[in-house]
Structures are given as structure tokens and as C-alpha cells.
Antibody, heavy 117, light 107 residues
Framework: QITLKESGPTLVKPTQTLTLTCTFS??????????VGWIRQPPGKALEWLAL???????RYSPSLKSRLTITKDTSKNQVVLTMTNMDPVDTATYYC?????????WGQGTLVTVSS | EIVLTQSPATLSLSPGERATLSCRAS??????LAWYQQKPGQAPRLLIY???NRATGIPARFSGSGSGTDFTLTISSLEPEDFAVYHC?????????FGQGTKVEVK
């Protein structure tokens, strides 16, 4: 059974850096072809892929947010970490961890991050 | 970046009616198009992948069609649990993008 769970702060101040951790089970990020990524959804708005990291450490970033994002993996801990710098109130959203596979996408439950002073 | 445009924004229908949702891509995504259902407070659930393949456990009343730039999700007869928001998403190239969603609401 594949599970993913996001953890991190629920409230950050403007200009701060957000660090979110995805802890997963049921698969290994050392297996060929495997990837884990982050998606966010502002309240009442569309979903947006932020970043994706693959088993071989290939990384993909949203072009509009690339300068602010870093995605890393710790295969031994089954974790993927996303950092986003210079947070702004418009970054308030539910952040999801996701594991895309052929024929399915496994999602975490999501974590609401509010950016406010 | 490929832009996906969903229409209509809101679809007001009654249980038992047929729902037809559209997703149009700004350039060809071949058949790399998926449909998700999302209910309030929940993560999206995959319904259709590669334009027309139902995901595991998805009822047969959900079907997808299309290729290139024009795609359709059809719900043949709406059940009470089908009233939700539906998103399309492509995986043709990076960045993968989503449409803005279509809300199917009770008329």
C-alpha cells in the first residue's frame, strides 16, 4: 500500500522560507523510473505542479517558481523535501505531495500553509 | 507551457443526467491527458489516464475521449456522489499543468 504524508509549518511569515517534508511508504525512490513531486492549490483555485524529483536525482521545477524552489530526496528515510523561499501571502495554499505512476497518481492528504504576518 | 482550458466552469445538472466536460489544450498533448475528481477537503482522485483509460476502481459511467488538443470527460448518468470538481491535467512535457476545473453541481 502506497502512502504519502506532508509535514511542515501551517503558518509562515512573508519573506520567510517554507520547508515541507513528504514522508512516503510502499515504494522506493531508488527504483528506476520512480518520482515524487509537489502540487499546490490556493483556496478555490487551480492545482499547480511545483516540482518533481526522480530516482536518478533528475529534478523538474515550475518555470515561474524555479528561482524560489529546491527539491531534494533522502532515499534512506523515504523522504522528499521542498523548500520555497521568500514566501508571500499569494503562496497561501494546500500543498500536496504526489507520486505519479503510469495509470495512477498517489496523493498525500495535503497541508494548508498560510502566509501572514 | 501548455495551457489547459476547461469548460464550462460550472455545470448544473440533476442526478441521472449525463454530464459532458471539455478540456482544450493550447497545443497538442497527444493522449497524455488525465482527469481527476476532487471533493471538498480531499485530494484529487484519478479517474481517467491517457485520455480514455479508466483508473483502477473507477465506475464504468465515467469515460474519456479525445486526443491532440480536445478532450471530453463524460459521466453517463450522474450519481449523488459525482457532484464535485473535475480537473484535467497533461503529462506531455514539463511543466505538467492542470485546467482550472469544472464544478458539477446539483441543479
Amino acid at each position: 500500500q502506497i502512502t504519502l504524508k506532508e509535514s511542515g509549518p501551517t503558518l509562515v511569515k512573508p519573506t520567510q522560507t517554507l520547508t515541507l517534508t513528504c514522508t512516503f511508504s510502499g515504494f522506493s525512490l531508488s527504483t528506476s523510473g520512480v518520482g515524487v513531486g509537489w502540487i499546490r492549490q490556493p483556496p478555490g483555485k487551480a492545482l499547480e505542479w511545483l516540482a518533481l524529483i526522480f530516482w536518478d536525482d533528475d529534478k523538474r521545477y515550475s518555470p515561474s517558481l524555479k528561482s524560489r524552489l529546491t527539491i531534494t530526496k533522502d532515499t534512506s528515510k523515504n523522504q522528499v523535501v521542498l523548500t520555497m523561499t521568500n514566501m508571500d501571502p499569494v503562496d497561501t495554499a494546500t500543498y500536496y505531495c504526489a507520486h505519479p505512476t503510469y495509470g495512477d497518481t498517489h496523493w498525500g492528504q495535503g497541508t494548508l500553509v498560510t502566509v501572514s504576518s | 507551457e501548455i495551457v489547459l482550458t476547461q469548460s464550462p466552469a460550472t455545470l448544473s445538472l440533476s442526478p441521472g443526467e449525463r454530464a459532458t466536460l471539455s478540456c482544450r489544450a493550447s497545443q497538442s498533448v497527444s493522449s497524455y491527458l488525465a482527469w481527476y475528481q476532487q471533493k471538498p477537503g480531499q485530494a484529487p482522485r484519478l479517474l481517467i489516464y491517457d485520455a480514455s483509460n479508466r483508473a483502477t476502481g473507477i465506475p464504468a459511467r465515467f469515460s474519456g475521449s479525445g486526443s491532440g488538443t480536445d478532450f471530453t470527460l463524460t459521466i453517463s448518468s450522474l450519481e449523488p456522489e459525482d457532484f464535485a470538481v473535475y480537473h484535467c491535467q497533461h503529462r506531455s512535457n514539463w511543466p505538467w499543468t492542470f485546467g482550472q476545473g469544472t464544478k458539477v453541481e446539483v441543479k
